[in-house]
């Protein structure tokens, strides 16, 4: 079973939808001490980063997202869910988030634009994959997603195992170990989103 955790910070519809699509079962958590009894978790995420961590750290949901990502079971967090990943966010100030990949996320630089560009970076780009991955299964190196964003991460190549350009190259897929993200939204970007949704079945 998957869990979808619940803190109202995402489209769980899309989410739910697409897990259904490959044949998955998935259902919204948003009770922490049920978390552990499940074989993946799902961190959606739409909005501001302070007021998600706020709801997870409050709610209790942070810790229990921390302790099932060190039992070694997948987990996976998409836009916002990937970014609150990271260790901190400039995001309206600076604000901690959930520390399981080393990094940090900021607003997109439009001083480094190779051209002009808007500000949220919105619709399909390309994702270039920059590093083998389970999660890649099936997936060209080179393939199309839905993009919605203005903050990105900066982390080490390390972690980088796709990019991105717009304006300038940044991380839109990471993984540590048993911890994935992705900065599009899969469960938007048809066939080959739900791709990556069902490779996360099968890790």
Known sequence: ????????????????????????????????????????????GVGAFPDAMR???????????????????????????????????????????????????????????DRPHKIPHMGWNELFVRKDSPIFAGLPKEFYLYFVHSYHALCDDEYAIGKTHYGYDFVSAVQREN?????PHPEKSHNHGLKIVENFTKL
Request: proline share 4%; net charge negative; aromatic share 10%.
């Open 179 to 183: 911890v994935y993200g992705f900065q």
């Open 55 to 113: 709801s997870l750290e409050d709610s209790g949901m942070a810790e229990a997202i921390r302790d099932f990502a060190q039992s070694g079971k997948p987990l996976m967090g998409t836009c916002l869910g990937m970014q609150l990943l990271f260790e901190e966010s400039e995001e309206f100030g600076t604000h901690k988030g959930l520390g399981l990949i080393p990094g940090r996320v900021v607003r997109f630089d439009a001083t480094k634009f």
């Open 1 to 44: 079973m998957i869990a979808v955790v619940d803190y109202n910070m995402g489209n769980l519809g899309s989410v739910l939808n697409a897990f259904a699509k490959v044949g998955a079962k998935a259902e919204l958590v948003s009770d922490p001490e049920r978390l552990q009894a499940y074989d993946r978790v799902q961190l959606p």
